[in-house]
């Protein structure tokens, strides 16, 4: 990766952002997943959104895949040891996420 940043949040939206990414990295901090459990979990992307996504995750460093030799081939995706490293990240998304959700269920009423 050698684009010149401004800001170094901006390098955490590029290889964090996208429609699924966050989503992916929260369902994968606890544990392996196999893919069509992580489809289901992260809100049912398409087969090509999702294999993308992964893609670009693995290449950043951030998800590990893993193909086991059986019949039929299993695969399982997983966060890498710097891949761990969001899981603040994510967890902070995850408790703003549900206190704007409680603020304006409170504010509706």
């Known amino acids: 990766m050698d684009i010149d ?3 170094p949040v ?25 893919f069509g459990e992580l489809r289901r979990l992260v809100g049912d992307p398409s087969q090509r959104s999702l294999t993308m996504q992964l ?8 998800v590990t895949r893993k193909v086991f030799a059986e019949v039929p081939p299993r695969v399982e995706y ?10 603040p990240v994510l967890m902070a998304m995850r408790d703003w996420g549900m206190s704007f959700r409680d603020q304006r269920r409170s504010t509706s009423r």
């Not at 939206?13 to 699924?20: A, R, S, Y």
């Open 5 to 7: 940043y401004k800001c």
């Open 10 to 34: 901006e390098i955490t939206v590029d290889v964090t952002g996208g429609k699924w990414k966050p989503m992916i990295i929260y369902r994968l901090l606890d544990g392996p997943r196999r």
């Open 55 to 62: 893609r670009e995750l693995e290449a950043d460093g951030i």
């Open 78 to 87: 997983s966060l890498t040891e710097f891949g761990q490293t969001l899981a």
